[in-house]
């Protein structure tokens, strides 16, 4: 296995209470060739600190403070733009990896090939307890299917940019990462799935995400002003995917 730069991405914004095992989740990793780009956004909290704590004892992590709270989007772009890997990878300041996550995935990537990739991943509490719920994947993934239902994590996401260039997130809100893997699909024709558990996705009551509303709004957004869908293509998927939700249907 050819060992390659991987380029993290990792926005902060008020993690202090997590960005600690989030660092020690990447410093565990089997896998060593990687760059940590870590992009605050105006935290208030005293995160940075931790940062920049991990900074001066390992040089492969790396800190950004923007100059205005601009949202995920902007911060992930940002660190999308300085990254210097040939691979770029997703972690959230609040989200864990498994050990292995970054061997076995370039490992899958590089054996058979493909620019974009994505794993089964675990849910666990806003204090660390993992929880029986898992996101299964599948084995690949079209961009009309992935219209269709979002199977994939950020958090488990790997993509090549020698073979599909740096992509950024569309400047929304919320669904900013969903935007960035229909704009690969694209590009490449599909997505695959490691249906292994290499990830755990935290869960918490005042994310965006909380908020069943805001996840329709943004869906619509889009749909409509991303996507650049007709307002029957739109409503059709849009209900779609909230029959997949009333469902559970992963």
Not at 53 to 75: F, P, T
């Amino acid at each position: 296995m050819s060992c390659e730069l991987i380029s993290i991405i990792t926005p902060l914004y008020n993690s202090k209470k997590f960005i600690e095992e989030t660092i020690e989740s990447v410093l565990n990793q089997t896998y060593y060739n990687w760059e940590m780009i870590i992009v605050d956004d105006c935290s208030s909290d005293n995160g940075i600190e931790i940062v920049n704590h991990y900074k001066k004892q390992d040089n492969r992590i790396k800190l950004i403070k923007l100059k205005k709270n601009s949202g995920g989007a902007v911060a992930r772009n940002t660190a999308i733009k300085e990254a210097k890997g040939r691979y770029i990878a997703f972690l959230d300041s609040d989200d864990l990896w498994h050990p292995k996550k970054l061997e076995k995935q370039i490992e899958f990537m590089q054996k058979n090939n493909y620019a974009f990739t994505f794993t089964k991943y675990q849910q666990m509490t806003e204090d660390s307890n993992l929880i029986d719920k898992f996101i299964n994947v599948p084995e690949k993934i079209s961009y009309r299917k992935a219209l269709l239902i979002n199977p994939i994590g950020c958090l488990t996401v790997i993509y090549d940019t020698q073979k599909v260039g740096k992509v950024y997130m569309p400047l929304i809100r919320k669904r900013q990462d969903y935007g960035l893997w229909l704009k690969i699909l694209k590009k490449e024709g599909y997505g695959y799935g490691l249906n292994e558990n290499l990830a755990y996705y935290r869960l918490r009551d005042n994310s965006i995400s909380a908020s069943k509303m805001n996840l329709v709004k943004y869906q619509w957004k889009l749909y409509r002003e991303v996507e650049n869908l007709s307002i029957v293509e739109s409503t059709f998927y849009l209900g779609c995917v909230t029959m997949s939700k009333l469902l559970k249907i992963k």
